[in-house]
């Protein structure tokens, strides 16, 4: 345990001295920024949709990368000869990822309602149901690029390659509305169009659609099942 | 009773064995050489030790344990050093010792590991700014970090210069002192030479000699050479019949004998007889090199990676 916990102090920094980190932060704040001014008071589809970067870029960009680079350096089989092992660095890994995630979430809500007066988020446990389980999926799609990708370059080749049409797809370029309808269609189901959807109708107070949290659970569960399957240590 | 025990080891990749039915056992306290060319399987044959390969077939015990079934109890006992693994870019050196010590059950003092391996002033720098020879050292001290019985270091040397070498086998050597076993990955032939009490040189997946390494340069049967240049003329019959003596030779203004055993001292004394002076004499030893030759009928370095 005392390995467990130093191993998530030194991960924790190495997190933070990742410029990838800086840079999953700026984009959503960024655009938040930008755009504001096109949004009225009480808005919460752009604060959502920041968001939905915002996890994005963690999931799709930082997990395979960072992941896929420790195979290829070596460092999971290095540690698989210690008494701990590579299993435990991935949990951790996984783990601040995925408080990195709340915490550039949590600043980006910040944001939107004291400087850009966005509404509250409306329905906070739902909101919060809706972020972990669409994270969950969004982190089991990186965990299965970072399971398959040769090295850490082609992850993060990957990663970003797939995270444009997601984007697309998800709603993130362009409202929903404006997109075609067949394309919105098929992006509502994509996993961070039902990121978006679902944190949106609990920020905004419309009614929880349960069937895009299954649908979330389900890639969660079936990505990550299927990932973990295939992932190699070496 | 031996801390490693090897028999009959086989790892295919493919239908190819890279590592075919090896056996051999290292003793308590001994630093165990394993030599050979390229694609020999050395490396394959210490992971399976280390457990992170599976053999295919054989028996493998260390410490008494087995790699795989008791992996993680070896783990407390053992060091390793890969040879091809690296750290986090952005990871301090002294976080990279920190974390491996807390690991284990009873770590030894990173600070004075970082003292000891020359890295104490670069404590601060982070993996990606140390150059080779300094990583190769933060690798060592991450093998020793844990406090343990046997030390497996796969090429142990490659990329320090050579003064760094030197300072690396003294340091190893201190390590054997305080009664860890090593097992040392090599293909360079001056460090088994210097540091190894027993050798076990691989080609082609197999053992083809265990011994030690003055033993294996000892039962070299080929010819020694020994050159001069004389100062007056003499007769090569003086020479060519003397015991061990296989032939005379001149280029130029040098002699060169051949010969077996214990010819050298036969020829000095023959020449001072006759009153023949001689300058700039040499004996070429016989090296592991030539025990690699004679060994598989091949020269070492020349293998295909
Ligand atoms: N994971 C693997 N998959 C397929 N072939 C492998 C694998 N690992 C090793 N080999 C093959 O097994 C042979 C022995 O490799 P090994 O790494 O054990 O050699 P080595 O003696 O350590 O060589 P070197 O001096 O270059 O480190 C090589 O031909 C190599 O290509
Ligand atoms: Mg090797």
């Known amino acids: 345990m005392a390995g467990f916990s130093k191993l998530a102090k030194v991960e924790s920094k190495l997190l933070l001295r990742d410029p990838g980190a800086i840079f999953s932060m700026a984009i959503p704040l960024f655009i938040l920024v930008i755009f504001s001014g096109g949004a009225g008071p009480g808005d919460t589809a752009l604060p959502s949709m920041s968001m939905t970067i915002a996890v994005g870029l963690v999931g799709l960009y930082m997990v395979p990368t960072t992941l896929a680079t420790y195979r290829e350096r070596g460092i999971l089989r290095r540690l698989s000869t210690t008494p701990v092992s590579p299993g435990a660095l991935l949990g951790v890994q996984l783990m601040l990822q995925l408080v990195f995630a709340v915490l550039a979430s949590a600043v980006l809500v910040a944001v939107s309602v004291v400087i850009f007066q966005a509404a509250p988020p409306a329905r906070v446990v739902a909101m919060a149901t809706a972020f972990l389980l669409g994270t969950s999926a969004i982190f089991a799609v990186g965990l299965l690029i970072a399971a398959t990708a040769a090295n850490g370059r082609a992850a993060n080749g990957i990663g970003v390659l797939l995270y444009f049409p997601l984007a697309f797809l998800g709603g993130l370029m362009q409202p929903k509305e404006a997109m075609p309808e067949l394309l919105a269609a098929i992006g509502e189901f994509t996993p961070l169009g039902l990121f978006r959807q679902a944190v949106h109708d609990a920020w905004s107070g419309a009614a929880t659609q349960p069937l895009l949290l299954a649908i979330m659970a389900v890639y969660a569960l079936v990505i990550g099942l299927v990932s973990a399957r295939c992932f190699r240590w070496a | 009773m031996a801390v490693i025990e090897v028999n009959d080891l086989v790892k295919r990749y493919g239908r190819l064995p890279v590592v075919n039915e090896v056996s051999f056992s290292v003793e308590q306290g001994e630093i165990f050489g394993i030599l050979g060319p390229n694609g020999a399987g050395k490396t394959t044959t210490v992971e399976c030790a280390e457990g992170l390969r599976r053999p295919d077939s054989g028996s493998i015990r260390v410490l008494g344990l087995d790699p795989v079934r008791d992996g993680r109890e070896l783990s407390h006992q053992v060091g390793v050093q890969l040879q091809e693994s690296l750290l986090p870019e952005n990871i301090k050196v002294w976080e990279a010792l920190d974390l491996y010590a807390s690991f284990y059950r009873a770590p030894k003092d990173w600070r ?56 690396t086998w003294e340091l ?29 040189v691989f080609d082609r997946g197999r053992i083809v000699a265990l011994d030690t390494p003055a033993n294996l340069i000892s039962a070299v049967d080929a010819d020694q050479h020994l050159r001069f240049r004389p100062l007056t003329p003499f007769d090569d019959a003086v020479l060519t019949g003397l015991p061990g003596v296989v032939s005379v030779t001149r280029s130029g203004d040098r002699v060169i004998v051949a010969g077996r055993g214990d010819f050298a001292g036969a020829v000095t004394s023959a020449l001072a007889r006759d009153h023949v002076p001689v300058a700039e004499l040499r004996v070429e030893q016989h090296t592991l090199d030539d025990a690699f030759i004679a060994l598989t009928g091949r020269a070492f370095d020349t293998q295909e990676r």
């Open chain 2, 112 to 167: 004075e590991l970082l003292a000891e391996w020359g890295l104490a002033d670069k404590r601060q720098a982070r993996f990606g700014t140390l150059s080779g020879g300094q990583k190769q050292r933060l690798f060592i001290a991450l093998a020793l970090v844990g406090d343990p019985k046997v030390a497996f270091l796969d090429e142990l040397t490659t990329g320090l210069d050579p003064a760094a070498r030197r300072v």
């Open chain 2, 172 to 200: 190893i050597k201190r390590i054997r002192a305080a009664g860890v076993t090593v097992v040392l990955v090599s293909h360079s032939m001056d460090e088994v030479e210097e540091l190894c009490d027993r050798v076990a």
